[in-house]
T-cell receptor
Framework: DTGVSQDPRHKITKRGQNVTFRCDPI?????LYWYRQTLGQGPEFLTY????????KSRLLSDRFSAERPKGSFSTLEIQRTEQGDSAMYLC???????????FGPGTRLTVL | AQSVTQLDSQVPVFEEAPVELRCNYS??????LFWYVQYPNQGLQLLLK????STLVKGINGFEAEFNKSQTSFHLRKPSVHISDTAEYFC????WGGGTSYGKLTFGQGTILTVHP
């Protein structure tokens, strides 16, 4: 297993466009998390799945953001009508529900022009 | 709700010197505590964690941290740093519940450790 992977690694888009990011967790992990990290800050929790169920969404996640994990494996995070304030690193992590360590992917860096 | 404060945004040190990165947390419930490291252009990597038991925990790369419940602190230490320890370090907490943590991590703002030759 090569760990958590995220695609793309970098995304540059124009304001108002929609973007979608993908996360592939470690295969035996049933929990998947999305975080957002802006420059000079620590990661902030966005949302969390256990299997295919989305169990919590942060208030940071406006209605322009949607996340799915349709078969309990990979997940997608979509941002509609992007704004410059959405520019950040989007991190995905996975874990087993029986362990406390989250394994992080390399992140997707989004730049909104 | 939980919160984490990392008291130093940047810590410069010389190679082979000791270092301490400070972390304080606030929570109304029991928590698990973590330190993660982020090297440039890489994902977060777990250094060490405190779940229960001994308050002194040892992690990878010679790092250790001490949990102090009365002071709500979880400071990270290394007796002798190397150039390769230059990175950003994040303290994080998660709510404890029933033997397994809830899972959502709350991070501090990060401390950039720069090791000079």
């Amino acid at each position: 297993d090569t760990g958590v992977s995220q695609d793309p690694r970098h995304k540059i888009t124009k304001r108002g466009q929609n973007v979608t990011f993908r996360c592939d967790p470690i295969s035996e992990h049933n929990r998947l998390y999305w975080y957002r990290q802006t420059l000079g800050q620590g990661p902030e929790f966005l949302t969390y799945f256990q299997n295919e169920a989305q169990l919590e969404k942060s208030r940071l996640l406006s209605d322009r953001f949607s996340a799915e994990r349709p078969k309990g494996s990979f997940s997608t995070l979509e941002i509609q009508r992007t704004e410059q304030g959405d520019s950040a690193m989007y991190l995905c992590a996975s874990s087993s529900e029986f362990e406390d360590e989250q394994f992080f992917g390399p992140g997707t860096r989004l730049t909104v022009l | 709700a939980q919160s984490v404060t990392q008291l130093d945004s940047q810590v410069p040190v010389f190679e082979e010197a000791p270092v301490e990165l400070r972390c304080n947390y606030s929570s109304s419930v029991s928590v698990y505590l973590f330190w993660y490291v982020q090297y440039p252009n890489q994902g977060l990597q777990l250094l060490l964690k405190y779940l229960s038991g001994s308050t002194l925990v040892k992690g990878i790369n010679g790092f250790e941290a001490e949990f102090n419940k009365s002071q709500t602190s979880f400071h990270l230490r290394k007796p002798s740093v190397h150039i390769s320890d230059t990175a950003e370090y994040f303290c994080a907490v998660t709510k404890w519940g029933g033997g397994t943590s809830y899972g959502k991590l709350t991070f501090g703002q990060g401390t950039i450790l720069t090791v000079h030759p």
